[in-house]
Nanobody, 122 residues
Framework: QVQLVASGGGLVQAGGSLRLSCAAS????????MGWFRQAPGKEREFVAL????????YYADSVKGRFTISRDNAKNTVYLQMNSLKPEDTAVYYC???????????????WGQGTQVTVSS
């Protein structure tokens, strides 16, 4: 069982930065691939970034590649999403997830955090 608590969202101007954190409970944290998804108003939930167990493999949506960086600290049971050069279209609720198989599909995630709001003003 893994419980996820996301934090770090807020209001930022376009071009600014935010860092999201996701604290996980459970002794098997290091066995899971960790991801970030987001959902904007009126839109479907979409994949943002994924990091595998060893932290050597990361994956990003094309829309955030080069601007966002996902990382994890297994000793702290925490995954991070550093978001730079933010755009108004990045505005959404961001969710962290845990998945044993490293899927990029929302319906295949094993666990979800509660979400944190990110708002980017123009």
């Amino acid at each position: 069982q893994v419980q996820l608590v996301a934090s770090g969202g807020g209001l930022v101007q376009a071009g600014g930065s935010l860092r999201l954190s996701c604290a996980a409970s459970g002794r098997t944290f290091s066995r899971y691939a960790m991801g970030w998804f987001r959902q904007a108003p009126g839109k479907e939930r979409e994949f943002v970034a994924l990091i595998r167990w060893s932290s050597s493999s990361t994956y990003y949506a094309d829309s955030v590649k080069g601007r966002f960086t996902i990382s994890r600290d297994n000793a702290k049971n925490t995954v991070y999403l550093q978001m730079n050069s933010l755009k108004p279209e990045d505005t959404a609720v961001y969710y962290c997830t845990a998945d044993q198989y490293g899927s990029r599909e929302p319906e295949k995630q094993d666990y979800w955090g509660q979400g944190t709001q990110v708002t980017v003003s123009s």
